[in-house]
Antibody, heavy 119, light 106 residues
Framework: QVQLQESGPGLVKPSETMSLTCTVF????????WSWIRQPPGKGLEWIGY???????NYNPSLKSRVTISIDTSKNQFSLKLSSVTAADTAIYYC?????????????WGRGTLVTVSS | DIQMTQSPSSLSASVGDRVTITCRAS??????LNWYQQKPGKAPKILIY???SLQSGVPLRFSGGGSGTDFTLTISSLQPEDFATYYC????????FGQGTKLEIK
């Protein structure tokens, strides 16, 4: 059974760049699209962006200037970098697999990791 | 961005009740609409995709409908494990989610 697991620092200082990695276990990262989605504590979900197995990416326009998503197929990992963070970036960050079944959907999610932006 | 508006924002119901949650898109999205269930401390779980298709393993009491701008998620007979927050999500363009509907026990 394919599983996703997020990893990275849980505390980041304002104005710094946060970095998270998602590892795909018991399955191949190939042939799929991989996304990052976040959820501020007690609030709703926001899609951050995706990267394909071949390296093409697309980002939420509201975050595009600060986001980079990359992929390392040799390690079965993909990563998120978000620059110039503020308290508004405090959230649970999920990695997820995007598939197409008549529409694009997120069928597999990691457990999520809380990132707090604070000095 | 396409805005997704769910109603109600919260709902109290009893085990065995039939409940319907509505999701409205700010512009037409055809059938590019998915529904997720999220329980406290857990990641969202896909329930319905392409407006009305039931994800494998999801109980038959869940159903989805609609197209264009107006969509529904119906639970035919609430079970204790169904009390959670439900989100709609459009995939017609840059993905966006509704604000969520919290389903609570009456």
């Amino acid at each position: 059974q394919v599983q996703l697991q997020e990893s990275g620092p849980g505390l980041v200082k304002p104005s710094e760049t946060m970095s998270l990695t998602c590892t795909v276990f018991d399955g191949s990262i190939g042939s799929y699209y991989w996304s990052w989605i976040r959820q501020p504590p007690g609030k709703g979900l926001e899609w951050i962006g995706y990267i394909s197995y071949s390296g093409s990416s697309n980002y939420n326009p509201s975050l595009k200037s600060r986001v980079t998503i990359s992929i390392d197929t040799s390690k079965n990992q993909f990563s998120l970098k978000l620059s110039s963070v503020t308290a508004a970036d405090t959230a649970i960050y999920y990695c997820a697999r995007r598939i197409t079944l008549g529409s694009y959907l997120f069928d597999l999610w990691g457990r999520g990791t809380l990132v707090t932006v604070s000095s | 961005d396409i805005q997704m508006t769910q109603s109600p924002s919260s709902l109290s119901a009893s085990v065995g009740d039939r409940v319907t949650i509505t999701c409205r898109a700010s512009q037409t999205i055809s059938s590019n609409l998915n529904w997720y269930q999220q329980k406290p401390g857990k990641a969202p779980k896909i329930l319905i995709y392409a407006a009305s298709s039931l994800q494998s393993g999801v109980p038959l009491r869940f159903s989805g409908g609609g197209s264009g701008t107006d969509f529904t998620l119906t639970i035919s007979s609430l079970q204790p494990e169904d009390f959670a927050t439900y989100y709609c999500q459009q995939s017609f363009s840059t993905p966006t989610f509704g604000q969520g509907t919290k389903l609570e026990i009456k």
